[in-house]
């Protein structure tokens, strides 16, 4: 049981910069999984960046220009964007599993050209 509220979104211009934030409602540390996905209207929803016992993995798209991160003291999962694009525009949602899988309730983000 985790609820997860997103900020940080909104409208940029191409090659801007926005840092998301995903706010728990618990500790984040019993996550096997934290991750960030984003959804075009009438699209699937896509991976951007996950976190696993792994490691960081990325979206070829939007490797190099995205970093996930996370601050266990706050419960806080960040997703930074750099050199925005307009193809970068969707609405992003947050995403914590095992056990189990949560999603927050999505921001949009929307770049500019």
């Known amino acids: 049981q985790v609820q997860l509220v997103e900020s940080g979104g909104g409208l940029v211009q191409a090659g801007g910069s926005l840092r998301l934030s995903c706010a728990a409602s618990?500790?984040?540390?019993?996550?096997?999984?934290l991750g960030w996905y984003r959804q075009a209207p009438g699209d699937p929803r896509d991976m951007v960046a996950t976190?696993?016992?792994?490691?960081?993995n990325y979206a070829d798209s939007v490797k190099g220009r995205f970093t996930i991160s996370r601050d266990s003291a706050k419960n806080t999962v960040y997703l930074q964007m750099n050199s925005l694009k307009p193809e970068d525009t969707a609405v992003y949602y947050c995403?914590?599993?095992?056990?189990?899988?949560?999603w927050g309730q999505g921001t949009q983000v929307t770049v500019s050209s």
């Open positions: 976190i696993t016992s792994g490691g960081t």
């Open positions: 995403s914590v599993g095992g056990p189990g899988f949560y």
């Open positions: 618990r500790s984040i540390f019993s996550f096997n999984s």
